[in-house]
Every structure is written in C-alpha cells, then in structure tokens.
C-alpha cells in the first residue's frame, strides 16, 4: 500500500494529520512516497529515466476556492492555518530530505514537523536552513540535509519515486493506492482504511470538495 504525498499541500498536510490521528497502526503499514513539483533539472533527469510528471498548474479560481476550503477544514481539526508565501520554491529541498529522514526511521515524523512549519507557522521549507533546523530536532545529520537536493544518489531515489507515481497514474495529492484501488483527496481516507481492513469510527463531516490538490 502506498501514500503519495506532497509537502506543498495542505491537503497532505491535513491527511497526515487525519492518518496519523485515526489511523496510525494503518500508518506504519504504508510507504511512503514523496510527489512533488519538480525543477527544470528534475523533470529532464525524469524524461531521460523514461518517466513523465502528471500534474498540471492549478487555475486561480481553485488555488482561491482552496485558501477557503482548507481553513475551514484545519478549523473543524483545531488547527489555525498560516499561509505560506513561496518565493522561487525549490521543492527537490524538503522532499529529498525526507528521504534521508525516512533512512533514519523518522520519516513520518519529518513530513509531521515540516507540515507544522509551513502550515501552521507560514515557514519556508524550501529554506535549506529551516530544513536543517527540522532535521536537529530529529536528531538527524543537518550538513547531509542541507545538501540532499544536490545529492546525487538521493536525486536519483527521488526519480524513482517519481517514476512509481507515474506508472500509479498520480494526478494529484493525496493519493493512496491499495492493490488496484486509489484513492484520491483528504476525505477518501476512511475508504482507503476499509479497503485496508481497518476498523472506521465516525469523525469529520464529509465535503463536497475530494481535498486534493490537482
């Protein structure tokens, strides 16, 4: 089973909150793969390993609608959202990291911490330096951290992971896979669980909205 997240998303960033919180013996059960916007380098590297990237920009309308949409929905979780604002985002950063942090066991608890820097404390986690910052309180390499976008073993991991979305037909986050079945937006979690076979207590209204980015 897999969970394809992004930590751009607020709708990652609710997801993992929702699976870490209701579901977490599910949570350890899944792998856990990073889909992010990639640079112009990235998507060349992707072209030449024969993968493509399927997510398209959203249009202005939606990223408007989603400013509401996820405050209500952090609200209703007792969460007050800041918004971020990105300058020249380098995503490779946070992402490729992870994966150092996932090496290390603590990849959950990385994808945790950045979700809370950006979303709830308007944070750059495209900042090398904040990503450093994270990974000190994991008790994680900060030098191995502050160079993982330019590593290039990691790059090539993060290609990979790409690559698996790709051939999963990811579109947008988040999105779960369980055998054949997928699962898209924040409030197809509890389907996810079923169909994982896990036990599904009453808990957020439903939205009209799937809560995904893409």
């Known amino acids: 089973m897999k969970f394809y997240f992004n930590l751009r998303s607020p709708y990652s960033w609710l997801t993992v909150h929702d699976l870490l919180a209701r579901h977490p013996g599910l949570a350890r059960r899944l792998e856990w793969i990073p889909f992010w916007d990639p640079e112009e380098a990235t998507l060349r590297e992707l072209d030449a ?3 493509r ?3 398209t920009a959203m249009s202005k309308a939606k990223h408007l609608y989603i400013l509401q949409d996820v405050r209500r929905l952090a609200r209703a979780r007792g969460l007050e959202p800041r918004w971020p604002l990105d300058r020249g985002p380098r995503w490779e950063v946070p992402h490729l990291a992870y994966l150092i942090a996932a090496d290390h066991g603590a990849g959950q608890e990385f994808a ?3 979700g809370e820097l950006r979303w709830q404390q308007g944070a750059d986690i495209c900042d090398p330096q904040v990503v450093a910052e994270l ?5 994680l390499d900060e030098a191995g951290l502050i160079a993982a976008a330019d590593d290039p073993k990691l790059r090539e991991r993060g290609i990979d992971a790409l690559r698996s979305a790709d051939r999963d037909g990811v579109f947008g986050v988040p999105f779960l896979v369980h055998g054949r079945e997928k699962f ?3 409030d197809r979690l509890d389907s996810f669980a079923e169909s994982a076979g896990e036990p599904v207590a009453g808990g957020y209204p439903p939205e009209d909205h799937p809560g995904g980015c893409g």
């Open 49 to 51: 390993a024969g993968g």
């Open 53 to 55: 990237f399927g997510y």
């Open 112 to 114: 945790v911490r950045a």
């Open 135 to 139: 990974g000190r309180s994991l008790g």
């Open 184 to 186: 898209w937006g924040l």
